[in-house]
């Protein structure tokens, strides 16, 4: 799914230029979300203000997620990633900004 919301690659209908990004291998784009209900083809998204922060987060509604351990994510730069599940929730939030300059941590 894409991750819309103020400061993500999609903040409207129309999503952003590459150049407005910081960092585009530490900026995600797509997010596995499993059990979502979707549809591959249905237009539906991640908004960030009401997804869970974490990795296969129990209990959370909507959120990266999977059904193995971790959870894939496409980033910017058009690298596929496995997040792990103790991925500190600050720092899956940082991953989403376009603004964020850090590289990415090891895991």
């Known amino acids: ?3 819309v919301g103020p400061n993500t ?3 409207g209908a129309v999503g952003r230029k590459l150049s407005e990004f910081k ?3 530490s ?3 797509l997010v596995e979300v499993a059990d979502s209900g979707i549809q591959w083809a249905e237009p539906r998204d991640l908004y960030i203000g ?6 296969n987060t129990v209990g959370a509604n909507l959120g990266v997620s999977s059904r ?8 910017a730069d058009g690298s596929v990633h496995a997040l792990p599940d103790d991925l500190d ?6 991953l ?6 850090q590289a990415l941590p090891d895991w």
Request: hydrophobic share 55%.
């Open 23 to 25: 960092n585009q291998a």
């Open 89 to 94: 929730p600050k720092t899956l939030a940082e």
């Open 68 to 75: 193995h351990t971790g959870a894939t994510a496409v980033f």
């Open 1 to 3: 799914m894409a991750v």
């Open 9 to 11: 690659a999609w903040p």
């Open 96 to 101: 989403f900004d376009i603004r964020n300059p």
């Open 50 to 55: 009401q997804m869970a922060l974490g990795i």
């Open 27 to 29: 900026t995600i784009l």
